[in-house]
């Protein structure tokens, strides 16, 4: 028999976050999987919990996971734990938790902390439906044309460094304007945490009022924009048809999907029929 992968939500910060399950699941293992040993020995040592640890991070995670698995496959329980929230979630993980299904090992999910949800609960925005991005991208370029493909009518969920927010905040505000609200959530859980509402044009003010505000863990909640509807009256494929006498498919029906707002991947298909 196989052992158990349990993949373990440790605290964001407040080390009393911590479930009564997952320290359950930490005492029993035979082995903790940890992003860093050193992290994860705080909170272990914390709860008095006494356990061989070992690391999977993202620059030894094949190698690591090739031993959690064989060990799994001797019969012996592991929980994976990342340095703060969720595995797998913009956290190593997600290759040991996919080679264990493959192995047929069982996986079993502790749920608990996420800065993400931790983040868009305190948001207030109304919406049944979010976009969780990560991280974006650190060159600037990189990330400005990441942004392109975000103004979506629900709300976005950005993680972010110290050393990068202000730059990100900067480039939030040229793509989507001063008056589109922003919750800059940073330092959640902990003793210095502080969650700011505010609009775009006033977020870098906010920022630069206290100087620890450039520092501590981030996490930023982009308001939704507007819904965007095909224009009144305006006939999509009537506008495909008439692009397609001098462009090519793909190009027409970028530029059909700019004038009429209906989706270009629909008019892309359309345009495909079109041309045969």
């Known amino acids: 028999m196989s052992g158990i992968l349990y993949v373990v939500a440790t605290p964001i910060g407040n080390l009393a976050d911590a479930s009564p ?88 999910p502790l749920p608990g902390p996420s800065a993400a949800i931790t983040a868009l609960s305190a948001a207030g925005f109304a919406a049944g439906q979010f976009l969780f991005a990560g991280f974006l991208p650190p060159a600037r370029g990189a990330r400005r044309k990441a942004l392109e493909a975000l103004d ?9 460094a110290p050393h990068r927010v202000r730059e990100a905040l900067e480039d939030l505000l040229a793509r989507f304007g001063a008056a589109r609200e922003i919750v800059i959530a940073r330092e959640l859980t902990k003793k210095f945490e502080e969650i700011a509402r505010l609009p775009l ?35 999509a494929a009537r506008v495909l048809g008439l692009l397609l006498e001098a462009l090519p498919a793909s190009e027409a029906a970028r530029l059909a999907a700019r004038i009429t707002g209906a989706p270009r991947n629909a008019l892309y298909k359309m345009a495909l029929e079109l041309s045969k």
């Open 201 to 235: 044009g006033e977020a870098q003010a906010w920022l630069e009022a206290q100087p620890h505000r450039q520092q501590g863990e981030f996490v930023l909640v982009l308001a939704p924009g507007a819904e965007k509807r095909p224009a009144a009256g305006m006939d």
């Open 152 to 160: 979506l009518p629900y709300p976005v969920v950005f993680y972010e």
């Open 21 to 108: 399950r997952a320290l359950d699941a930490l005492r029993a293992a035979d082995l903790v999987a940890c992003e860093d040993t050193r992290t994860s020995r705080t909170l272990l040592a914390c709860h008095g919990i006494a356990a061989r640890t070992l690391a999977l991070h993202q620059h030894n995670e094949r190698a690591a996971s090739a031993k959690l698995l064989a060990a799994l496959r001797e019969g012996k329980n592991i929980a994976l734990v990342s340095d703060a929230g969720t595995p797998a979630v913009s956290d190593p993980g997600a290759f040991l938790i996919e080679a264990a299904h493959r192995a047929g090992v069982r996986v079993i």
